[in-house]
């Protein structure tokens, strides 16, 4: 009865003042990055957001810092988990049962890429991918409940899915997650909203590019709300990133694709008043 012992769990947790996740299970609630320039990580992110970094004591952590907003988590960053793993800004949804998670990913067609596993005191956490190669996390919280703050200027905001098989994502993340696809046109494009109850939680879209080749791994990718988003680009230019995607508009809002000094993806996103 793995759902009765976690809830349990979460129950105990709150009794204790500890933090249980911000957000339902299955919705985004964390996002971090893996670089192998932490350094610059905690220059360039603190001088495009305005976040302050807050790096964990543990040795055992690698230096691994949450960046804060105004004093509470909004993502974090800490080094590569193998040598030759590319910059990368990962997703976490939130469980309340990891290894429950891990066994609809494996039975749904995924793969488990790290078994779920304790962080310190702060939750457990496990890395998968989806049969399309896009890889997400997910986070059970002990003390640390994830990002605490979410849809206001230098906070996450969106997270999205680009995929050559929309169809096959549709059927894994519904068995996964209980996500039900909400498709809408955009253009000449089919963009997808995930619906989890009432709540329309991440997006979904094809590569934009023809040429995509059809062996290239599926991503997801993260957006923070900015102010002005043509501000946002020209700064991260500034600080030595790069525009992959000048600032344009989309029915959401205004939004920029950008990659920090060391190559990994993130955009940005001016939603308006």
């Known amino acids: 009865m793995p759902g009765f012992r976690q809830g349990v769990a979460v129950a105990a947790r709150a009794e204790r003042g500890l933090d249980v996740s911000t957000v339902p299970p299955g919705t985004p609630c964390w996002a971090d990055l893996a670089t192998p320039d932490l350094t610059d990580a905690r220059r360039f992110y603190p001088e495009l957001f305005g976040w ?24 974090g960053a800490g080094p590569p988990a193998i040598p030759d793993q590319i910059p990368i800004w990962s997703t976490y949804l939130a469980t309340d049962d990891a290894e429950l998670v891990a066994g609809r ?4 067609g995924g793969q488990v890429v790290v078994p779920p596993f304790e962080v310190f005191d702060r939750g457990w956490m496990a890395v998968f991918a989806d049969p399309a190669g896009a890889t997400f996390s997910v986070w059970q919280p002990l003390a640390m409940a994830g990002a605490e703050v ?30 039900q696809p909400d498709d809408q046109a955009v253009g000449t494009m089919t963009y997808t909203g995930w619906r989890l109850g009432t709540q329309i939680v991440a997006g979904m879209m094809p590569p934009l590019a023809d040429d995509f080749p059809a062996d290239l791994p599926a991503y997801w990718t993260v957006y ?14 500034e600080l030595g990133g790069t525009i992959l995607v000048p600032p344009r508009d989309n029915p959401a809002g205004r939004f920029a694709a950008l990659r920090d000094p060391q190559g990994a993806l993130f955009s940005v996103i001016d939603l308006g008043p």
């Open 52 to 75: 302050t970094g807050q790096v964990t004591p543990e040795p055992e952590a690698g230096g691994y810092t949450v960046f804060l907003l105004d004093g509470k988590p909004v993502a």
């Open 105 to 108: 990913v494996e039975r749904a």
């Open 150 to 179: 979410f849809n206001v200027p230098g906070a996450m905001s969106w997270n999205e899915l680009v995929t050559p098989d929309p169809e096959g994502a549709k059927v894994f993340y519904e068995l996964v997650f209980g996500w």
């Open 224 to 237: 923070f709300a900015v102010a002005d988003a043509d501000a946002a680009a020209a700064r991260a230019s």
